[in-house]
């Protein structure tokens, strides 16, 4: 079973760059589609990106494409969210997620981060 521990969010303004990693243990990493989602105050969960288990295939969501790159690097069992031009509308706490398949996009995903806030001011 593998465990998830996002860092990299922060407050930033807007026009600004972050990167978001997630790190993965317990697990064999590589055998894992990965995705990010967010969620802001008030609002339902919502699939940010996802990429497969050896990156051959990604996915954004309208909102995001275009200003952000997911990545992975297997070899350090990490994941990552490259956020460019953020946006006071990119508010929300992040997480990142793992299903134990070829590539998961929207999901379902069997494993979850506890989050990490990123707030964009603007």
């Known amino acids: 079973q593998v465990q998830l521990v996002e860092s990299g969010g922060g407050l930033v303004q807007a026009g600004d760059s972050l990167r978001l990693s997630c790190a993965a243990s317990?697990?064999?990493?590589?055998?894992?589609?990965m995705g990010w989602f967010r969620q802001a105050p008030g609002k339902e969960r919502e699939f940010v990106a996802a990429?497969?288990?050896?990156?051959?295939?990604?996915s954004y969501a309208d909102a995001v494409k275009g200003r952000f790159t997911i990545s992975r690097d297997n070899a350090k069992n990490t994941l990552y969210l490259q956020m460019n031009s953020l946006k006071p509308e990119d508010t929300a706490v992040y997480y990142c997620?793992?299903?134990?398949?070829?590539?998961?996009?929207?999901?379902?995903?069997?494993?979850w981060g506890q989050g990490t806030q990123v707030t964009v001011s603007s």
């Open positions: 997620a793992a299903a134990l398949s070829l590539y998961a996009g929207k999901g379902p995903y069997n494993y």
């Open positions: 990429i497969s288990r050896g990156s051959g295939s990604t």
């Open positions: 317990g697990g064999t990493f590589s055998r894992y589609a």
